[in-house]
């Protein structure tokens, strides 16, 4: 898939371990790739990893302040965008009867508005281009419902629909907007979970393991690509069959 090579992509949540596969991954491919987040020391790891690739410091959160974000990021790549990989997000679990009010809004925000807000500027940025794709990260918890997640799965969940209604908009622009819903993807999130609980996990995924990093970013590779063209709003699970659309 060396037709990245002309390809100037943004990525958020950069500094994880999903978001440091899809940088190599893409820079494999040579993409010129500009990679967001809030911990500006994991960025500047990335920049001595991979040489080539541009970092900006920033927090999704600040929503008055994407459009900017979305400007300037394009400005570093050399003034286009053909591609945004919104990958950054937040949990803040707790039983319905006890998440408060502030525990959900700040996962709505954060996952869902800030997402669309991402995706608006990149869009106006991509109709100058008359082309692009936005591949946005759920999770399978967004189809299947998760304890103690309401809010996080009523975001993912959105940012789907949302996904789909954009790329009824904008498909005859040529832009695409799919979504990747990883299911259990071994991370520092997952290595946090009690043993006896990632079991039962396991015991839920037919192929009997948690997935890869890599599987994620070889997801993104494909939709970020000119070989997934003429696929737009649609979600693409990577899961190991544990949810099966």
């Not at 440091?20 to 001595?48: P, V, W």
Request: glycine content about 8%.
């Amino acid at each position: 898939m060396n037709n990245l090579k002309t390809k100037n992509i943004i990525v958020t949540g950069a500094s994880g371990g999903i978001g440091n596969s899809i940088i190599q991954k893409l820079n494999e491919c040579g993409a010129n790739i500009l990679a967001s987040g809030t911990r500006i020391e994991k960025l500047e790891e990335l920049k001595s990893k991979f040489k080539d690739i541009k970092i900006l410091k920033f927090d999704i959160s600040q929503k008055d302040k994407i459009e900017e974000f979305i400007e300037n990021a394009s400005t570093e790549l050399g003034g286009s965008l053909d591609c945004i990989v919104n990958n950054a997000g937040i949990t803040q679990d707790n039983l319905a009867i006890r998440m408060s009010l502030d525990e959900w809004e700040k996962v709505i925000n954060i996952n869902l508005t800030s997402t669309f807000l991402l995706s608006k500027f990149a869009i106006k940025k991509m109709l100058k281009n008359k082309s692009g794709k936005i591949i946005n990260i759920t999770s399978v918890v967004g189809h299947t419902g998760n304890l103690g997640q309401a809010n996080y799965t009523a975001s993912k969940a959105g940012i789907i629909a949302m996904s789909k209604s954009l790329a009824i908009e904008y498909a005859k622009k040529n832009i695409n907007v799919n979504c990747i819903s990883p299911g259990f993807i071994k991370t520092a999130m997952t290595n946090k979970i009690d043993d006896k609980f990632k079991e039962i996990i396991i015991s839920k995924i037919p192929s009997g393991k948690l997935g890869e990093p890599e599987d994620i970013a070889n997801a993104v590779l494909f939709l970020a690509s000119n070989q997934s063209d003429y696929i737009n709003g649609e979600t693409l699970h990577v899961n190991g069959g544990m949810y099966m659309a």
